[in-house]
Nanobody
Framework: QVQLVESGGGLAQAGGSLRLSCAAS????????MGWFRQVTGKEREFVAA????????YYADSVKGRLTISRDNAKNMLYLQMNSLKPEDTAIYYC???????????????????WGQGTQVTVSS
């Protein structure tokens, strides 16, 4: 049904920048909210940012607010995460996800999302 593919991860220095991309399949991309999550080995997957279907509303974890910016281009079925002022604590595998329609709808909980990409590694050196 829905396929998500992340790209843009890699190595960066502290204070540097990266731009992650997520390509989505299907014809209904513009009707669903999207989110970014990240996970470090040994820890739970955590919320990073989310954006409403039309892009009018955004949500951020306190740890990334002011440094990371989520955006989307519905005409291209693309989701982005601009990462500035990177810190070593940002090192993780980053996943994009599609938010499910109906039922539980909290933006900050991973249970609200039904489709996930394979992830892209981000490593920030100090």
């Amino acid at each position: 049904q829905v396929q998500l593919v992340e790209s843009g991860g890699g190595l960066a220095q502290a204070g540097g920048s990266l731009r992650l991309s997520c390509a989505a399949s299907g014809r209904t991309f513009g009707s669903v909210a999207m989110g970014w999550f990240r996970q470090v080995t040994g820890k739970e997957r955590e919320f990073v940012a989310a954006i409403s279907s039309g892009g009018g509303s955004t949500y951020y974890a306190d740890s990334v607010k002011g440094r990371l910016t989520i955006s989307r281009d519905n005409a291209k079925n693309m989701l982005y995460l601009q990462m500035n002022s990177l810190k070593p604590e940002d090192t993780a595998i980053y996943y994009c996800a599609s938010k499910r329609l109906g039922g539980y709808s909290g933006y900050y909980n991973l249970l609200s999302y039904d489709y996930w990409g394979q992830g892209t590694q981000v490593t920030v050196s100090s």
